[in-house]
């Protein structure tokens, strides 16, 4: 089992960055997969980007691919969203989620979530 917490949401302009972490307690970080998911009021909870459990591979959503960067450093049992070039419609909270060695997009698909930290983008 992995405990997830997120940290560095907050408020910033269009076109502004933010680095959002994501701190894993528990044994064994490098047996999972994480992943990063948005959920604005009202809406789903969407994919964003995975990263395998080396940190090998990364996968995006189109919406954010060339503008944020999914890392991880096992050493910290930590994994990373730096986000770039934000905008207004990436306002959303955002979570950090973990499962087992397959890698996936959908929300169903991870055991293990973060509370969720809040990015507020304005115009």
């Known amino acids: 089992q992995v405990q997830l917490v997120e940290s560095g949401g907050g408020l910033v302009q269009a076109g502004g960055s933010l680095r959002l972490s994501c701190a894993a307690s528990?044994?064994?970080?490098?047996?999972?997969?994480m992943a990063w998911f948005r959920q604005a009021p009202g809406t789903e909870r969407k994919f964003i980007a995975f990263?395998?459990?080396?940190?090998?591979?990364?996968y995006y959503a189109d919406s954010v691919k060339g503008r944020f960067t999914i890392s991880r450093d096992n050493a910290k049992n930590t994994v990373y969203l730096q986000m770039n070039s934000l905008e207004p419609e990436d306002t959303a909270t955002y979570y950090c989620?973990?499962?087992?060695?397959?890698?996936?997009?959908?929300?169903?698909?991870?055991?293990?979530w973060g509370q969720g930290t809040q990015v507020t983008v304005s115009s």
């Open positions: 528990g044994r064994a970080f490098m047996s999972y997969v």
């Open positions: 990263i395998t459990m080396s940190g090998g591979r990364t």
């Open positions: 989620a973990a499962r087992r060695v397959e890698v996936a997009t959908l929300a169903h698909q991870y055991d293990y």
